[in-house]
């Protein structure tokens, strides 16, 4: 389908789409830009593009496929630029985290014959840059597509079947339905997790309580070390949808602060339990739009290679784990962590599997 791909923006999501896509489509050439020479450079070593330039024209020209991986702000900027060098017939996507800007900017610049599919792959990490790039990092993951009346068929397809090169599975929705949502299921968790940090660092002798950090609070602020520039340029582009959920925020912060000021106890119950129930459903039997995963639970000893254990036996037998979450880990305790299968058989041989091998596990 594809001769040559170019990928703007070669950092972490460009090279792990790249690393991906090299890895499945030997005899397509992967055009790497990006600005920064010594991150082409490493692309390059890492086989997450076959070649590599700092020049848009050069890198676009010819292309099928453009993906559009920079910070949001540049890559509607880099859209524009990059017009006069597109041969009839490409299509352009972007891994953006917002889609509104993108697709509004996108219906009013293309020429008819150029087509725009915008698309969101919900896998990410704090760390940028494409030394943290990898190829597995979509591999079960939702990878959103915006479309509307005007989206092109063919366009999308290709983009779906560039998608399903990575493992992901798409979901179709409108860019304002897209970013209600992501400002909700991503953007106001990194607000908070920054947030959280600024308050502790706000009080006197922060960096010796910092030390004390258990679950709570390791668990709600990883994201807090998430790439400043990517986030303002979210922040910014989804200003009006993230202000709404900033302002829902505020509203329920409102109410445990008045419960607690009342030592309301019904009420500081009520409000725990009802978040309690809706979390317990991340993941549940189905998961969003999609079937259900069979899921295990397994209690481990914090010991080295344990986890190694865990998937080596049931590699030997060839059982596929679909997802993997560490639930719990506390030094020198037991530690959790959840696996997940595609279908209830590979679900019950993964039980009966560890059970044997002496370990405590269970259906979630
Ligand atoms: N990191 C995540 O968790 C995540 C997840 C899903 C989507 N996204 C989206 O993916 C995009 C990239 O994020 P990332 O985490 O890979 O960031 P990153 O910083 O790792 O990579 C961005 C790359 O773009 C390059 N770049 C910046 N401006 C450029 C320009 N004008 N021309 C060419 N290259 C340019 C940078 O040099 C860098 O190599 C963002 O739009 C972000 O919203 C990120
Ligand atoms: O796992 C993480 O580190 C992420 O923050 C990934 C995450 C998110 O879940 O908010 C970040 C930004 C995206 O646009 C999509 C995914």
Redesign the pocket.
């Given at each position: 389908m594809f001769k040559k791909i170019a990928i703007?923006?070669?950092?972490?999501?460009?090279?792990?789409i790249g690393l991906s896509l090299s890895n499945k489509l030997t005899d397509v050439k992967i055009t790497g830009?990006?600005?920064?020479k010594e991150?082409l450079r490493l692309a390059l070593e890492l086989g997450a593009v076959s070649e590599t330039t700092v020049s848009?024209e050069e890198g676009v020209r010819a292309a099928e496929l453009v993906i559009?991986?920079?910070?949001?702000a540049?890559?509607v900027?880099?859209l524009e630029r990059m017009l006069p060098y597109l041969s009839a017939g490409t299509v352009i996507t972007?891994?953006?985290?917002?889609k509104m800007e993108i697709t509004a900017r996108a219906a009013a610049l293309l020429p008819g014959d150029i087509y725009f599919v915008g698309g969101?792959?919900?896998?990410?990490?704090?760390?940028?840059?494409?030394l943290?790039a990898d190829s597995h990092l979509f591999e079960n993951a939702y990878y959103l597509l915006t479309i509307n009346e005007d989206t092109d068929v063919a366009a999308l397809s290709k983009v779906k079947y560039m998608v399903s090169l990575l493992g992901a599975r798409t979901v179709e929705l409108a860019p304002e339905e897209h970013d209600q949502s992501v400002a909700v299921i991503s953007h106001l968790p990194h607000l908070v997790a920054y947030t959280l940090v600024n308050t502790l660092a706000a009080l006197p002798g922060w960096e010796s309580i910092l030390p004390l950090a258990a679950g709570g609070f390791k668990d709600t602020t990883r994201i807090a070390m998430?790439?400043a520039?990517?986030w303002r340029?979210?922040f910014l582009s989804n200003r009006e949808k993230v202000l709404q959920v900033l302002a829902d925020f505020n509203m329920q912060l409102a109410l445990f602060k008045e419960a607690v000021e009342k030592s309301d106890d019904k009420k500081i119950m009520g409000l725990i339990q009802e978040a309690a129930k809706v979390r317990a459903a991340v993941p549940a039997k189905s998961k969003g739009y999609f079937p259900a995963l069979y899921e295990i639970v397994v209690t481990i000893p914090d010991r080295p290679g344990m986890i190694a254990d865990v998937t080596g036996y049931l590699g030997e037998l060839d059982i596929n784990i679909s997802d993997i979450e560490i639930l719990r880990v506390r030094e020198g305790h037991e530690g959790t962590i959840r696996l997940a299968f595609i279908d209830e058989f590979r679900q019950e041989a993964a039980l009966r599997t560890l059970q044997e091998q002496g370990f405590l596990v269970r259906k979630r």
């Amino acid at each position: 389908m594809f001769k040559k791909i170019a990928i703007v923006g070669v950092g972490l999501i460009g090279g792990s789409i790249g690393l991906s896509l090299s890895n499945k489509l030997t005899d397509v050439k992967i055009t790497g830009i990006d600005l920064d020479k010594e991150n082409l450079r490493l692309a390059l070593e890492l086989g997450a593009v076959s070649e590599t330039t700092v020049s848009l024209e050069e890198g676009v020209r010819a292309a099928e496929l453009v993906i559009l991986a920079a910070p949001v702000a540049q890559s509607v900027i880099l859209l524009e630029r990059m017009l006069p060098y597109l041969s009839a017939g490409t299509v352009i996507t972007d891994v953006g985290s917002t889609k509104m800007e993108i697709t509004a900017r996108a219906a009013a610049l293309l020429p008819g014959d150029i087509y725009f599919v915008g698309g969101h792959p919900m896998a990410g990490s704090e760390i940028s840059g494409v030394l943290g790039a990898d190829s597995h990092l979509f591999e079960n993951a939702y990878y959103l597509l915006t479309i509307n009346e005007d989206t092109d068929v063919a366009a999308l397809s290709k983009v779906k079947y560039m998608v399903s090169l990575l493992g992901a599975r798409t979901v179709e929705l409108a860019p304002e339905e897209h970013d209600q949502s992501v400002a909700v299921i991503s953007h106001l968790p990194h607000l908070v997790a920054y947030t959280l940090v600024n308050t502790l660092a706000a009080l006197p002798g922060w960096e010796s309580i910092l030390p004390l950090a258990a679950g709570g609070f390791k668990d709600t602020t990883r994201i807090a070390m998430s790439n400043a520039v990517m986030w303002r340029d979210i922040f910014l582009s989804n200003r009006e949808k993230v202000l709404q959920v900033l302002a829902d925020f505020n509203m329920q912060l409102a109410l445990f602060k008045e419960a607690v000021e009342k030592s309301d106890d019904k009420k500081i119950m009520g409000l725990i339990q009802e978040a309690a129930k809706v979390r317990a459903a991340v993941p549940a039997k189905s998961k969003g739009y999609f079937p259900a995963l069979y899921e295990i639970v397994v209690t481990i000893p914090d010991r080295p290679g344990m986890i190694a254990d865990v998937t080596g036996y049931l590699g030997e037998l060839d059982i596929n784990i679909s997802d993997i979450e560490i639930l719990r880990v506390r030094e020198g305790h037991e530690g959790t962590i959840r696996l997940a299968f595609i279908d209830e058989f590979r679900q019950e041989a993964a039980l009966r599997t560890l059970q044997e091998q002496g370990f405590l596990v269970r259906k979630r």
